[in-house]
Structures are given as structure tokens and as C-alpha cells.
T-cell receptor
Framework: GAVVSQHPSRVICKSGTSVKIECRSL??????MFWYRQFPKKSLMLMAT?????????EQGVEKDKFLINHASLTLSTLTVTSAHPEDSSFYIC????????????FGPGTRLLVL | GQNIDQPTEMTATEGAIVQINCTYQ??????LFWYQQHAGEAPTFLSY??LDGLEEKGRFSSFLSRSKGYSYLLLKELQMKDSASYLC??????????WGAGTKLIIKP
């Protein structure tokens, strides 16, 4: 089946530093990747949608200069949290949709970010 | 290896009851989630079970048996708007989410 990986699985960083999270589709090509943030009440908030080779589309209220998204290839998207603050501490989850155009998204295992 | 199994697709009738099963094998367990996802939209959180038993929330209920590695989502009084994919996910001992492939639920009038 379709597998999506994320790296790192967890990261602790100091306030003010930048953190890059990678999302890879391991056995399929993903034209579209999605980045979510999971809040303590378990809800997933869509942050942005990225299409390979084009700029990401950010949801309302998500700062694009703070959460930089790059989708450089059909198997890799990265989310960089710039100048991280403690309130950015969260669980970040990516998902990927294949080239077939079907609506099925395959989710990654998530990255737990703790900003001190 | 770790895996989550749930049926690929189910069909039910409006007004009826449907049960979507999820079985899992993971390294450790820190809770099981159910999400609903309509086509083209982000998943919405339905339930979180970490202890055995049934959690009821309106028309939706979720059941967990940790000893059996089994959960189900029960939807009552089905409505057409319940047509969606239902995702089962388990958080393992490393607090990583292991996702099922989702069950596409089709509701017929």
C-alpha cells in the first residue's frame, strides 16, 4: 500500500531557531501534499496544500512566511517552521495524494515539535 | 510490522446503522482515533479511545478492545451527509500515528 514517511519523528529546538520537517511518499508519486497541525483536542487543522513545482496554498490564518513549504519533487515536500516559538509546539502531520487524481490521501506518522 | 486494517468500502441505507471495524497491530498503544473525511476536505475529528469500552457521542459511537486490537465506529440513523471516508489511526508507543487506508462509506436513499 501507499506509504508516507516523515522525518524527524520528534524534534526539540530552542525558541528562535528554524526546524525543517520532511514528508516523503515512499512508493508512489504525490502531485499534492497537505500539511496539518493536530491540536490537543485531536482536531486536525489544514495548514496548507502544496502541489509539486508550484507555490503552496495556505489556509486563512496560517502565516506563509513562518511556515515555509516546498514541494520540489513528486515524492518530497518540506515544512520549515521559521523562528519557532513555544506556541508552535505541536504535532505536524502530512498527507499525500497520488497522481491518479483520486481523492484518497495517505497520512504520515506525524512529527512532534517542542519549542523551548 | 505495524498495520491497521479497515474495510475499503461499505454501503448502507439512509436511516440504518452501520459499523466500521478497525483492527490494529502496533508497537505499543497510546490511543485510537477516528476521523471523517469528505472528498476534497480535511479530516474532522470524531473520537479518541484510550481505554476499553464504548464512547457515545450523539449518532456516533466508538468502541475499543485493547486486548483484541480492535475498534469499531458505529453510526446510527444514517444521513446522506454521512457519505465520506472514515479513517482509523493508532498512536504507538513512540507517539507516532499509524493510519488505516480509510473506509469509504456510501449511503443510499
Amino acid at each position: 500500500g501507499a506509504v508516507v514517511s516523515q522525518h524527524p519523528s520528534r524534534v526539540i529546538c530552542k525558541s528562535g531557531t528554524s526546524v525543517k520537517i520532511e514528508c516523503r511518499s515512499l512508493d508512489f508519486q504525490a502531485t499534492t501534499m497537505f500539511w496539518y497541525r493536530q491540536f490537543p483536542k485531536k482536531s486536525l487543522m489544514l495548514m496548507a496544500t502544496s502541489n509539486e513545482g508550484s507555490k503552496a496554498t495556505y489556509e486563512q490564518g496560517v502565516e506563509k512566511d513562518k511556515f515555509l513549504i516546498n514541494h520540489a519533487s513528486l515524492t518530497l515536500s518540506t515544512l520549515t517552521v521559521t523562528s519557532a516559538h513555544p506556541e508552535d509546539s505541536s504535532f505536524y502531520i502530512c498527507s499525500a495524494r497520488g497522481t491518479s487524481g483520486a481523492e484518497t490521501q495517505y497520512f504520515g506518522p506525524g512529527t512532534r515539535l517542542l519549542v523551548l | 510490522g505495524q498495520n491497521i486494517d479497515q474495510p475499503t468500502e461499505m454501503t448502507a441505507t439512509e436511516g440504518a446503522i452501520v459499523q466500521i471495524n478497525c483492527t490494529y497491530q502496533t508497537s505499543g498503544f497510546n490511543g485510537l482515533f477516528w476521523y471523517q473525511q469528505h472528498a476534497g476536505e480535511a479530516p474532522t475529528f470524531l473520537s479518541y479511545n484510550v481505554l476499553d469500552g464504548l464512547e457515545e457521542k450523539g449518532r456516533f459511537s466508538s468502541f475499543l478492545s485493547r486486548s483484541k486490537g480492535y475498534s469499531y465506529l458505529l453510526l446510527k440513523e444514517l444521513q446522506m451527509k454521512d457519505s465520506a471516508s472514515y479513517l482509523c489511526a493508532v498512536m504507538d508507543s513512540n507517539y507516532q500515528l499509524i493510519w488505516g487506508a480509510g473506509t469509504k462509506l456510501i449511503i443510499k436513499p
